[in-house]
């Protein structure tokens, strides 16, 4: 955020933390822009609609980013000073056996014809390491391994962008 | 709440009028003006229509607009709406629904009427004039604002064209909403449910579907999709075709002349589910109602895959929605109820007026944005189309993508390429294509005065700000410089800011007043209701906000401003207006920020200091 002081947590009142609580996300999104918004400010000076208009931006761009998990882990990261590069591979170099073995169980999916039983497992078994991963972000975001908490954020996209796709295919 | 609420400076009523607001729906076909005052809707009338045609008749000596319009369908112009915001090449297909060749003024399409050239905007400005005198006759009062709406799949082209038309006719835009939207604004307050609702709004010329939820006053946009080429008109057009080929009508009548004979048995066969007969060129034609129905159904079909794909892609399920809401005159089709009823397990709400609900939306905005309300609502609108910036390989890099909440902002940081270089083009496009030649141009920004580095060193931040209307603004710095860039706008299409204002004022200068005068005048109002705002806000919070010496400046300053007002110095009077501004910048962020606070803790401001 521009004024360096207030990161978006601070703004919706909440504690910098990889759990937000969603229902308060919600009623503070809503207070803020019910006060905030530009439509309260048609009749003010243009000083103060220029700021209405900034502030009510960064509402909406916070609660965009504070919603969903995996913006909310990166945003927790760069408030902690960790510059983001996309271009650093995989320490763990197991997972890109395991990056292949999903997008070719994905591949071989036929959309008319396939085994549901075999879906499930395969969509429960995501869903099991996702949590742990999620678990283990929030451990290593506590001891300050700020990269190792971003490797472990790209497989947990990685595995969203999975599921989407087989539910595409089905 | 407003931090700070104006009410009007004293010397701003003129007269014994009073200020109104209203809500006016620009539509392809009619326009409908509507006010909303102590919980009751007025339409206003034109010679007793409640749908005022969106018609211009030009004569030798002058034009007719709105009812009166309609004499001589060989010599009025309709459905300006559709080229509205487009370029020649986009238009072209459409020539053949009017009556005058398109040519070109100002870079954008107009039509040859009477050896003058009249764009889109000039047209739509017309209308709106003739809407403004409408609505201020019957009330004899001062029209002081409006709400106008558009359709949610306006570009910010779309967007910007109809703006400047409302400035051109005198009529000062609170704010542009979306046609769906003003229709559950509508909707909402009707029935007072909470929910997720769909609203279907096909119109003359547009289709769009917009996905909202409503919790207790707040109407929040989801979701929004629609085709701006797409209307009743097309069916209009179809069956024109239709009836053409089936008896073998000669080929040089022309649409134009007979759309509107179209529109009008469409809607009696619709109506009565009977056979209607016409003459159309000396020659007795007769539509029944299957005929209708078939070439009425691919275009039908189409809004619903529209609007499966909005449900889609707002990831909500079909058993979560509440009602359907149809909307626009189009909806009045037997076929489309019975299309939809078929696809969804849905209510369909339709028993307030298609025509009208759109207006009456905007009217209830125009009267809560202007304080006058009782009702507390809130309204968050989406972006409709994904904003981007040309990069390497004439491709597009979205910036905000849509369907992200409005007001929206993106900050991009640009570098230079060749040492020395002070200038830096960035081309901004509006679209869900990867290509630039597939998304709609916006417009290229120069940056000049780049501080002179070697390549790479610089840093400038471009930030993409999406106001509450739904349009671009766009702003620069140099990091390492702190410095501000001025920035060339250079529309695709259309206006630069210079090109609006010159626009404006020759509108102005023509109605013969005497602008050097008028500037004056503006800047005095200008001056006090600055003045009014912030020793409101000093007597409410100015103690406990600011020290000692913070006041003290603010209020030096205020002094000045003060005195030079009495002046007649317009120059003078806006630079001390600034100078004011920025003098009392910081405390306005104090203000903004301690509000934060109490909006969420209800703390008072002691708390925060």
Redesign the interface.
């Known amino acids: 955020m521009s004024d360096g002081k207030?990161n978006f947590f601070d703004?919706?009142?909440l504690p910098v933390s990889v759990d937000v609580n969603i229902d308060k996300l919600e009623i503070?999104y809503?207070?803020?822009?019910?006060?905030?918004?530009?439509?309260?400010?048609?009749?003010?000076?243009?000083?103060?609609q220029t700021?209405?208009?900034?502030?009510?931006?960064?509402v909406?761009?916070g609660?965009?980013i504070l919603k969903n998990i995996e913006t909310r882990i990166e945003y927790i990261l760069t408030i902690k000073g960790f510059s983001i590069d996309d271009s650093v591979s995989f320490k763990d170099k197991g997972f890109l056996m395991k990056q292949l073995e999903i997008s070719d169980f994905i591949e071989s999916v036929s959309p008319d014809n396939y085994d549901k039983s075999q879906i499930d497992l395969f969509i429960k078994e995501i869903g099991k390491n996702m949590h742990d991963l999620i678990l283990d972000i929030k451990k290593l975001i506590d001891a300050n391994k700020y990269s190792d908490a971003y490797e472990n954020l790209s497989k947990l996209k990685f595995y969203k962008k999975s599921i989407k796709q087989l539910n595409n295919v089905i | 709440m407003a931090l700070i609420k104006i009410s009007e400076p004293n010397n701003q009523s003129k007269g014994n009028k009073k200020d109104f607001v209203v809500g006016i729906d620009l539509g392809t076909t009619n326009s409908i003006i509507s006010k909303y005052e102590n919980g009751s809707f007025t339409v206003f009338k034109d010679k007793n229509r409640e749908l005022i045609p969106s018609s211009v008749n030009f004569k030798s000596n002058g034009f007719d607009v709105g009812v009166d319009a309609l004499d001589n369908p060989a010599f009025y112009v309709s459905s300006i709406k559709r080229i509205m915001g487009k370029n020649l090449t986009e238009i072209s297909s459409y020539q053949e629904m009017f009556n005058f060749e398109f040519s070109e003024k100002n870079n954008m399409p107009a039509l040859k009427i009477n050896d003058q050239m009249y764009t889109a905007i000039d047209i739509s400005s017309f209308i709106l004039s003739h809407l403004k005198k409408i609505a201020e006759s019957s009330q004899s009062d001062n029209l002081a604002g409006a709400v106008i709406t558009v359709p949610a799949y306006f570009d910010d082209v779309q967007r910007q064209a109809t703006k400047i038309a409302a400035q051109l006719s005198g009529i000062e835009v609170m704010r542009l909403i979306n046609e769906p939207t003003a229709a559950a604004i509508a909707y909402g307050l009707d029935t007072g449910n909470n929910g997720i609702f769909i609203v279907y709004d096909f119109g003359g010329g547009t289709f769009d579907v917009s996905i909202l939820s409503l919790e207790n006053g707040i109407f929040r946009v989801i979701g929004t999709k629609g085709d701006t080429e797409l209307g009743g008109d097309d069916i209009d057009i179809a069956i024109f075709k239709y009836l053409k080929s089936k008896y073998s009508l000669t080929e040089d009548i022309k649409i134009s002349t007979y759309k509107s004979l179209c529109r009008s048995i469409k809607e009696r066969v619709n109506e009565t589910a009977k056979n209607v007969c016409e003459i159309i060129n000396d020659k007795a034609i007769d539509l029944s109602f299957d005929e209708l129905e078939n070439i009425a159904s691919p275009f039908i079909n189409k809004t619903i895959e529209i609007m499966n794909q909005a449900i889609d892609e707002s990831e909500i399920n079909q058993n979560e929605i509440e009602n359907i809401i149809l909307v626009g005159g189009s909806t009045r089709l037997k076929l489309i109820k019975r299309k939809l009823e078929e696809n969804y397990q849905i209510k369909i709400l339709n028993n307030i007026n298609p025509d009208l609900v759109v207006s009456q939306g905007a009217a209830i905005q125009a009267s809560n944005l202007s304080g006058n309300s009782k009702e507390d609502m809130l309204l968050l609108d989406v972006l409709p189309l994904s904003l981007g910036i040309e990069t390497y390989g004439e491709l597009v890099e979205k910036i905000i993508p849509r369907n992200t909440p409005i007001p929206s902002s993106a900050k991009k940081t640009f570098t230079t390429f060749k040492d020395g270089q002070t200038k830096l083009l960035i081309h901004v496009l509006q679209g869900e294509r990867e290509s630039v030649a597939d998304c709609r141009s916006l417009g290229k920004f120069i940056l000049n005065d780049l501080p002179q580095m070697v390549a790479g060193a610089p840093r400038i931040e471009v930030s993409f700000q999406i106001d509450a209307d739904g349009i671009l603004i766009v702003n620069a710095f140099e990091i390492h410089s702190k410095s501000s860039m001025s920035l060339d706008i250079k529309p695709s299409f259309g206006l630069s800011d210079e090109d609006i204002l010159s626009i404006v004022d020759d509108a102005n200068e023509s109605a013969n007043t005497d602008l050097e005068l008028r500037k004056l005048k503006e800047c005095k109002v200008e001056g006090e209701r600055v003045i009014y705002a912030l020793e409101q806000a000093l007597e409410s919070d100015g103690a406990e906000l600011l020290k000692n010496s913070e006041l003290n400046a603010i209020k030096t300053q205020l002094d000045k401003l003060k005195l030079v007002l009495k002046s007649e110095n317009a120059e003078q009077i806006v630079e001390e207006i600034k100078n004011l501004e920025k003098i009392s910048e910081f405390y306005v962020e104090r203000r903004m920020n301690a509000s934060i606070k109490t909006l969420i803790e209800g703390k008072g401001v002691d708390d925060i200091l």
Do not use: C, W
């Not at chain 1, 700021?51 to 960064?58: D, M, P, T």
């Open positions: 207030r703004l919706f009142d503070n809503k207070k803020l822009q019910k006060g905030l918004h530009p439509d309260n400010f048609v009749k003010a000076t243009s000083a103060e700021s209405a208009l900034r502030i009510s931006s960064q909406n761009d609660y965009k």
